[in-house]
């Protein structure tokens, strides 16, 4: 499995040592920015056509496929959240290696009873680190074996439930664990990946849903996370902060972006979005290049690419931005799909993905001249509210019934 290492950003050597172009191993790839540097990614797919395998999932959820080597790991729940699963299946036929299950008998509240599976597993391929909400976060080999367990982070209690994948970074596992709405605390948490031991814990006022995303800005490393009100920067060898942003309204599920000395923050909810120059330390809001004070819902995370953000917003409409001024140039009059989505971007070869709540996957170029390069779909009943991953050649789709290993244009 010798390939090219990745180039998108020096970052993926930071997320995932070692990560080359056909491990995924976290959300949103080595770089947990959505960035594939493969070639010959798929572009058309159907119920029938280029399905490598397909397998049945005994029970739902929203996470991510992550792969490395041959192996794929994914996350479910039943119905309540009372049994909590991590899986390993065979990328070649997707046969089931492993599973494991942890047992949460209290109730914790959400927004549907079968979504306790939001947060998606990250490994480095030898561990691989999952949050299972309230129920703790664990650590395992790659046979399954449990390595150490922190079931002591109290209850993450919040009527829509939580999101925020664990994030690997040198020999520290860090997890945003929250959001609370009641009693619990909001905190941002590193432990050591080899033990499971707290290196740095730091108390956050505001909660959100969007996993922390590692940055070179300004030659040193940077942990950005929205929160409440403010995008914040963090130092992820110590927790401690950089810099904070004013300017974005709460509910915070998209993870915050940046290139070119610019990052980009966008609330759900109908909530703000904001584009500020970085450079400087502590408050800058006043270095804020843009707000857009209301937006249509966002769930999923886009892309910042060159000198233009890319989204599509949850009920299916694309959208582009000059990442300087925040100016709209795609003014789509009519969805491409008939879908919604809830699923983050990835970015390959030029194009744009992003899987649609109806199973489709929406394909465009990345470019400021809009245009649609095809609609994939799986056939009727499927749905879905994950992101895709691409490994080798093949990118693997999460439904709430099913598991599809698509490839093809070899």
Request: charged residues 20%.
């Given at each position: ?18 990560a ?60 309540g ?60 080999d ?5 390595l150490w367990?922190?079931t ?24 945003w ?160 799909s ?18 649609m ?10 470019s ?12 009727k ?30």
């Amino acid at each position: 499995m010798v390939r090219q290492i990745v180039s998108v950003c020096v970052l993926a050597l930071f997320v995932a040592p070692l990560a080359v172009a056909d491990n995924w191993p976290a959300w949103r790839g080595p770089s947990g920015q959505g960035f594939c540097e493969e070639k010959n990614v798929p572009v058309k797919w159907s119920e029938k056509e280029n399905v490598k395998w397909k397998i049945t999932l005994a029970d739902q959820g929203n996470s991510t496929p992550v792969v490395w080597g041959e192996r794929i790991f994914l996350t479910q729940a039943n119905k309540g959240g009372h049994v909590r699963s991590i899986m390993c299946f065979d990328r070649a036929d997707g046969k089931k290696l492993w599973q494991n299950d942890v047992a949460y008998p209290d109730k914790e509240r959400n927004w549907t009873p079968l979504w306790y599976a939001n947060a998606s597993p990250t490994t480095d391929g030898e561990r691989i680190v999952v949050s299972f909400g309230s129920a703790g976060v664990y650590c395992y080999d790659v046979t399954g074996k449990e390595l150490w367990k922190r079931t002591d982070l109290g209850t993450w209690e919040h009527s829509f439930g939580n999101a925020a994948s664990p994030l690997l970074y040198g020999d520290l596992a860090i997890q945003w664990c929250g959001p609370n709405d009641g009693k619990g605390k909001n905190i941002l948490l590193a432990v050591d990946k080899k033990t499971g031991k707290t290196v740095w814990e730091k108390e956050q006022k505001a909660g959100s849903w969007n996993t922390p995303v590692i940055f070179k800005i300004d030659g040193k490393d940077q942990m950005l996370l929205a929160m409440g009100e403010t995008l914040k920067s963090f130092d992820p060898k110590t927790g401690d902060e950089f810099w904070h942003c004013k300017g974005m309204t709460s509910y915070c599920y998209a993870a915050p972006l940046y290139a070119n000395g610019i990052a980009v923050g966008m609330s759900g909810y109908g909530g703000a979005a904001i584009g500020v120059k970085l450079g400087g330390s502590d408050d800058i809001t006043k270095d804020q290049l843009w707000r857009h004070p209301k937006n249509t819902q966002r769930v999923g995370s886009g892309m910042l690419i060159g000198d233009h953000v890319y989204m599509v917003d949850e009920n299916g409409t694309p959208r582009c931005y000059i990442a300087k001024t925040g100016e709209e140039i795609w003014k789509v009059e009519k969805r491409p799909s008939a879908g919604n989505t809830w699923g983050s971007m990835i970015h390959a070869e030029g194009r744009l993905y992003i899987l649609m709540r109806t199973g489709e996957t929406l394909i465009l170029d990345a470019s400021p001249k809009y245009n649609v390069v095809g609609i994939n779909h799986l056939g009727k009943g499927e749905q879905t509210n994950s992101s895709l991953a691409v490994s080798n050649g093949d990118i693997f789709i999460r439904t709430f019934r099913h598991l599809y290993c698509i490839g093809g244009n070899k």
